[in-house]
């Protein structure tokens, strides 16, 4: 065997090793599509309260800021899990009912 045709097996195996996380890119890119999907079409049927109208009262009193939000169903629920951070640094996740805005539990992450 000569020294030359390792080479294209090392670079198809370069490629064959990079495939498989474009496709769990791909497959992610597409849950969040089908979850965005959902979410819009709970806020057009009026099961859910807009983000808008639910994060400056989460702010005010809490005295943090929004970093991220999610829209979740649990146990038939839609439920607005949403990290907040707070102006010392710290971060707290806060369970809010995305139909009446309630808030349902709250926790502070410790250091």
């Given at each position: 065997?000569?020294?030359?045709?390792?080479?294209?097996?090392?670079v198809?195996?370069?490629?064959?090793?990079?495939?498989?996380?474009?496709?769990?890119?791909?497959d992610?890119?597409?849950?969040?599509?089908?979850?965005?999907?959902?979410?819009?079409?709970?806020?057009?049927?009026?099961?859910?309260?807009?983000l808008?109208?639910i994060l400056?009262k989460l702010?005010?009193?809490?005295?943090?800021?929004?970093?991220?939000?999610?829209?979740?169903?649990?146990?038939g629920?839609?439920?607005?899990?949403?990290?907040?951070?707070?102006?010392g640094?710290r971060?707290?996740?806060v369970?809010?009912?995305?139909t009446?805005?309630?808030v349902?539990?709250?926790?502070?992450?410790?250091?």
């Amino acid at each position: 065997m000569k020294p030359t045709s390792i080479l294209p097996c090392l670079v198809l195996g370069l490629f064959a090793g990079f495939a498989p996380p474009a496709v769990a890119d791909s497959d992610r890119d597409h849950d969040r599509d089908r979850d965005h999907d959902r979410a819009r079409a709970a806020l057009a049927r009026g099961e859910i309260l807009p983000l808008h109208t639910i994060l400056p009262k989460l702010e005010e009193r809490f005295g943090a800021r929004m970093l991220e939000v999610e829209l979740e169903r649990e146990h038939g629920v839609f439920v607005y899990e949403v990290e907040l951070i707070t102006p010392g640094g710290r971060i707290m996740e806060v369970m809010v009912d995305a139909t009446t805005g309630a808030v349902l539990e709250h926790e502070t992450e410790d250091d």
